[in-house]
């Protein structure tokens, strides 16, 4: 196995031996960020698409996008033929440059369409966490 390969698959399981108490309080966490998020009201707001870090599915319908202006919550609606907490790698459809409500993420090939996006508040913590 290449050393790249490995070092991609160690977050995977390193997930996998996740307690399921560990799994419960991650999920509150992020159901946290979630409520944090949905508080400020404004469900429009875009992200340069550009660099983005990192991203962490929060369940079916939530991924939290990790850019350098911070972090954005997004929500999926409609038809959204993707599993987001299987996915290893997103790619961004984005007419403008950024990422806006009405853009489509895909994962692992699939595409989900955003239908709210809130920009987290730098107060509500998230925890770095393998998926």
């Known amino acids: 196995m290449r050393p790249t390969l490995a070092l991609l698959l160690l977050p995977l399981a390193l997930a996998a031996c996740a307690s399921p108490e560990q799994k419960a309080a991650r999920k509150a966490e992020l159901q946290a960020v979630v409520a944090s998020a949905e508080k400020t009201g404004k469900d429009d707001a875009c992200a340069w698409a550009t660099p983005v ?3 962490t599915p929060v369940d079916e319908e939530n991924l939290i996008l990790q850019t350098n202006e911070g972090r954005y919550l997004l929500r999926f609606g409609g038809f959204c033929q993707a599993r987001l907490t299987d996915g290893l790698a997103i790619g961004l459809q984005s007419t403008a440059g950024s990422v806006c409500p ?18 987290v508040p730098e107060t509500a913590k998230v925890a770095e966490a393998a998926r």
């Open 53 to 55: 870090y990192n991203f």
């Open 102 to 119: 009405g853009d489509r993420v895909f994962v692992e090939g699939r595409p989900c369409l955003i239908t709210k996006m809130w920009k």
